[in-house]
């Protein structure tokens, strides 16, 4: 079987699995989990034999067209390069680890044959992302994630909070997609052809007439799909959905997608300084602006949403310098350990019973109940923090050294201005990621106070994947030199100063949020603690309502609220636990306060961005929605009325006349007779007289 065969099998074996599970889920519930996992697992390997075939050598095109437009031509087209077949690799691997893990942990939920087939759909889509040689059949594969993302974020539909995360994904992600597909048009007008490789061809003959203004319009819809400033709104929030639905969104589809698009494309926005420009600044305020918020955030799924965020924005950097390499790199490094990140999330969440780190921070022992989860979630948190030799260090380096060549001139692909940018928040940012790795790590694994609750051992689907994510996580990054003949070629090694700049810059951000925390952990140990029933009441009990509280207390009430609402709120907690346990409470120590002292209040709320969009946007359009329908009801709908009013007057005129009686229609009649005789007799006279 040729290579390219094999390579629309790939998409195509999801698909099928997607369409399946949709009509038999519910007939045939014992082929729900072997529809969801074989065709995943068979795409994977699939995707393996593909990459093997391909081998970094030329890229494999072919292409045969869809349906003639009678202007620019769509084509059903492949793209096998080595950034292709590696990604769909990664998309393979860790879909199937997320449908493996959903069989344990959805286990009880009623609707988990429509969840596995939105996960094979999900996947099937990037996956057409990824091979796609033609930019309409990739937008196709772009937009079914969009529609999966929905019904995912979405699956506990019956809570608001899910309703309404679901609802923000799909529109902020749609107020990118309109820019980004005027920009596939444009840039499709300019070149003749959606494909790929005849719009490269014309971007280096430099045929492009407006190439910042289609640079610009994709870069909005990049924006808007992986979660950059100043579209990254909606990913914390799409937290409320299932933890495996997070893993798949945050690692290896969906946000996975813009990054991959931009170095697809990259010879595209190299043609615009000013959009390269735009680029870095996109990605520095990201890395920094993000890494804060991780800082503040007490709900675990919320600091790895930062940490995604934060994380494409070092992907986005690298791209705004020129460097595809370090970009798909960090990507497929990132796409590894971010999957066991949360996955190891959700067995914490099972055994823990709520979302909280400030209630894991009062549970005693909550390493010892869930080793695998320990483990595997230290590696993963390692690598976050990019601590040599685990896999994030060497992408994140490749980063740090992209940025470098170009801040010191020895690359004249982007401004050094540019490279500077970049270099600086890329070192801050790797101090912030350490410092919010350390302080989850402490958090949920060195808690203080009542025994965490003990459910036994988590089962294998969950606990094998995570052992299965954690060997990438630690031993990927020593692929850095190999794995560069299968991008352009670049080196991905470390230099010796990003070395220093950014592993420096981690441990002085670990070292500095232990001294923190154990300073905080020394504060509460004394102060009061009780325990408050899991999911209703915040209070803290001994305290009377009216009774002056010092701070300590008001601190045990605070975090005491939190772990309850986090307990109360999130469906999930309630469907993949065993019970509700009692949630510690107390205050937390939490050396994210210490850190960031009176920015912590906003950077909690993501710096009220939110806030932001409510009134500049959100406002004026229902402001203008509530004009439109005054204007519908009030002047429209009253010509509406008085257009069909007057026929009715009419009619009841001439209703009046209807008396029934024979001898009045004759009357009227021989009435009607006269009147027109003696009308055209004065008309003949008229006539003749003149």
């Known amino acids: 079987m040729s290579t390219t065969t094999l390579a629309v099998l790939v998409p195509l074996l999801p698909f099928l699995g997607a369409v399946a599970g949709l009509l038999f889920g519910r007939t ?35 292409a045969t067209e869809l349906t003639p437009t009678g202007s620019v031509p769509i084509d059903l087209s492949l793209y096998l ?4 077949v590696l990604v769909a690799v990664l998309v393979g691997l860790v879909a199937t680890c997320v ?9 009880e939920d009623p609707r988990y044959p429509s969840y596995a087939a939105l996960v094979s759909l999900f996947t099937s889509a990037m996956l057409l992302v990824v091979y796609s040689g033609d930019l309409m059949v990739l937008l196709v594969g772009w937009e079914v994630m969009g529609i999966c993302s929905y019904f995912l974020v979405g699956h506990y539909w019956e809570t608001e909070a899910a309703r309404s995360a ?8 749609k107020l990118g997609d309109v820019p980004f597909l005027i920009g596939l048009f444009a840039l499709a007008a300019d070149a003749d052809s959606f494909q790929i490789t005849k719009i490269l061809s014309t971007v280096a003959a430099g045929g492009l007439d407006h190439p910042t203004l289609i640079a610009l319009l994709l870069l909005a819809g990049v924006a808007g799909k992986s979660a950059q400033f100043p579209l990254h709104t909606w990913l914390p929030d799409a937290m409320a959905g299932p933890t495996p639905v997070s893993a798949l969104i945050h690692a290896a589809t969906m946000v996975a997608a813009g990054v991959y698009f931009i170095a697809r494309l990259l010879p595209v926005f190299a043609a615009s300084r000013a959009a390269l420009v735009v680029m870095a600044v996109m990605a520095a305020v990201t890395m920094v602006g993000s890494a804060l918020a991780a800082l503040a955030q007490d709900d675990i799924k919320r600091v790895l949403a930062y940490s995604t965020i934060g994380q494409l924005g070092y992907m986005t950097g690298a791209l705004a310098v020129g460097d595809r390499g370090a970009a798909v790199f960090h990507l497929l490094s990132h796409g590894v350990f971010k999957a066991l990140l949360f996955l190891g999330a959700g067995v914490i969440i099972h055994a823990a019973g709520t979302n909280s780190l400030a209630a894991m ?14 483990w595997t979630m230290t590696i993963a948190l390692l690598a976050l923090a990019a601590i040599p030799p685990f896999a994030g260090f060497f992408s994140k380096e490749a980063v740090l050294v992209a940025a470098e060549q170009t801040a010191t001139g020895h690359s004249d692909f982007a401004p050094s201005g540019a490279g500077w940018l970049v270099l600086v928040a890329g070192v801050l940012t790797a101090l912030l990621t350490a410092a919010y790795a350390t302080r989850l790590w402490l958090m949920a694994f060195r808690g203080r106070g009542a025994a965490a609750p003990d459910h036994g051992k988590e089962p294998v689907a969950m606990t094998g994947v995570l052992w299965l994510l954690a060997i990438p996580s630690v031993g990927f990054g020593l692929a ?9 070629g670049g080196e991905l090694t470390p230099t010796l100063v990003t070395s220093v700049l950014g592993t420096g810059a981690a441990v002085i951000g670990v070292m500095l949020t232990y001294a923190l925390w154990q300073r905080a952990a020394a504060r509460t140990a004394t102060a009061p603690a009780g325990v408050v029933p899991g999911a209703v009441t915040g209070a803290v009990p ?102 069909g009013a007057g026929p009715r007057l009419l009619g009841s005129l001439v209703r009046r ?5 024979v001898q009045s229609y004759l009357s009227a009649l021989l009435a009607g007779a006269v009147v027109l005789a003696i009308a055209t007799a004065v008309l003949a006279n008229v006539n003749a007289g003149s």
Do not use: C
């Not at 005693?364 to 109940?369: E, N, S, T, V």
């Not at 306060?593 to 993501?606: K, M």
């Open 28 to 62: 045939a519930p014992g082929f729900v989990r072997p529809l969801a996992i074989l065709p995943t697992l068979g795409a994977a390997v699939l995707a393996v034999i593909v990459a093997v075939r391909q081998g970094g050598g030329p890229a494999i095109s072919t």
């Open 657 to 661: 006349a209807q008396t029934g009686n």
């Open 166 to 173: 679901s609802l923000k994904a799909f529109l902020v992600t």
């Open 542 to 643: 001994g305290i009377g309502a009216g009774a002056p509280q010092p701070a300590a207390v008001a601190a045990a009430a605070s975090a005491a609220t939190a772990a309850a609402e986090s307990a109360a709120e999130t469906p999930e907690v309630a469907e993949v636990t065993h019970d509700h346990p009692a949630v510690p409470a107390g205050p937390a120590p939490d050396p994210g306060r210490a850190l960031l002292g009176p920015l912590h209040r906003h950077a909690a709320d993501g710096f009220h961005l939110d806030a932001v969009y409510d009134r500049l946007f959100v406002r004026p359009v229902r402001a203008a929605a509530s004009l439109v329908r005054f204007l519908d009801r009030e002047v429209v709908d009253t010509y509406v009325r008085g257009a």
């Open 99 to 107: 449908q493996l893990y959903s069989t344990a942990y959805l286990r």
């Open 81 to 84: 390069d080595g950034f292709a």
């Open 361 to 374: 921070s009062r549970m005693d022992g909550l390493a010892k109940r869930i080793p695998d989860a320990f």
């Open 480 to 488: 850095a030199g190999p794995i560069a003949d299968w991008f352009d």
